[in-house]
């Protein structure tokens, strides 16, 4: 490309410049060259020229393929409701605690419907050809959910006081070699960990059989739980707002004696109790399912209906 050195009268005149071939030189050379004879325009094409084949050796490398999802609204239908309504004695169902432990010893996914880290259950559903999600095609949707909140306070101290009553209170029968049980009465007061003010439990009444203690050393157990406490005590590790919604239960242990092995007279050995409070409400849930382990997400915005239960 000698005309380029002609043209702007730059090139000095030798011998060379009329020899000179950039299309025929490697790309290092033609560098060197168009940069000692200040023939810049060539200089620049040869390092754009470089760039180029670099950016195409590397953006291979540069790129990376990734699966995108893509969304459309589909129908979808909720197979259960909540029943918040306040039911009966349902003391005898015990399936849920049998459900329950078999999913901890044999380590099962719970069912769906059951998030057991953020201890609440949801509204089942499907889409309107009967189907779940798949991992391929998961399945979106905002569905009721209902969560609970239990927290135990231990027993700090308690005191009784025992109700005078009759020492020999009803007859086993003839045929019994220690024919009568004593009853006994007593007003109990539990203080529990936490909370200003005790429970007090009045009339607590027992029947102490002469003939089981003798076989037992004198000692008579007893236990009781009251699922759903009439009053509410003030405990200071509840929020406000919890202790207004929330119901308490107690469970309690009592262990009585003889003074002597044939007496009559009981006492007081041992107290073991237990404050349970819990609390449940109802809110909206983002459910994201995919047939295998369905993904649950808290929406905080969502309004919290309070739900009485007896848990």
């Known amino acids: 490309m000698p005309w380029i050195a002609f043209a702007h ?3 000095p005149t030798t011998k060379f410049d009329y020899d000179l071939d950039y299309t025929a030189m490697l790309t290092p050379r033609i560098i060197v060259q168009s940069l000692r004879r200040k023939h810049y325009l060539v200089f620049l094409v040869a390092i754009i020229s470089i760039i180029l084949k670099v950016q195409i050796i590397l953006a291979p490398g540069l790129c990376k393929l990734e699966t995108g ?28 605690y049998y459900m329950a432990q078999a999913i901890y010893n044999f380590d099962t996914r ?27 095609a998961r399945l979106a949707t905002k569905v009721d959910g209902y969560f609970t909140e239990r927290q135990c306070f231990k027993l700090r101290n308690y005191s009784y006081t025992e109700i005078p009553t009759s020492p020999l209170s ?6 019994s070699t220690f024919p009568f049980v004593h009853v006994f009465s007593i007003n109990l007061r539990l203080w529990f960990e936490g909370c200003q003010e005790p429970i007090l439990v009045d ?14 050393t004198g000692q008579m157990g007893y236990w009781s739980s ?53 609390e449940m409400w109802m809110s909206k849930v983002q459910v994201v399912d995919d047939g295998v382990n369905p993904i649950v997400t808290p929406l905080p915005d969502e309004v919290k209906t309070p739900v009485i239960a007896n848990l």
Not at 114 to 120: F, G, R, V
């Open 9 to 11: 009268e730059q090139s």
């Open 69 to 96: 999802e893509v969304s459309k609204d589909v129908h979808v239908k909720v197979l259960d409701l909540f029943n918040i309504t306040k039911l009966g004695n349902q003391s005898g169902e015990t399936s849920v």
């Open 110 to 136: 719970p069912p769906f419907g059951i998030n057991i880290t953020q201890n609440l259950a949801y509204q089942t559903f499907e889409a309107i050809d009967g189907f779940r999600g798949t991992l391929n």
């Open 170 to 175: 009803w007859n086993r029968g003839s045929s």
């Open 203 to 216: 009339e607590l009444r027992r029947g102490l059989d002469f003939a089981q203690s003798r076989e037992n």
């Open 226 to 278: 009251h699922s759903a406490l009439a009053r509410s005590i003030r405990c200071t590790q509840l929020r406000q707002e919890e202790s207004r919604s929330s119901s308490q239960s107690l469970y309690f242990a009592l262990r009585f004696g003889n003074i002597y092995p044939n007496s009559s007279t009981t006492f007081l050995t041992s107290v073991s109790a237990v404050l349970c409070s819990s």
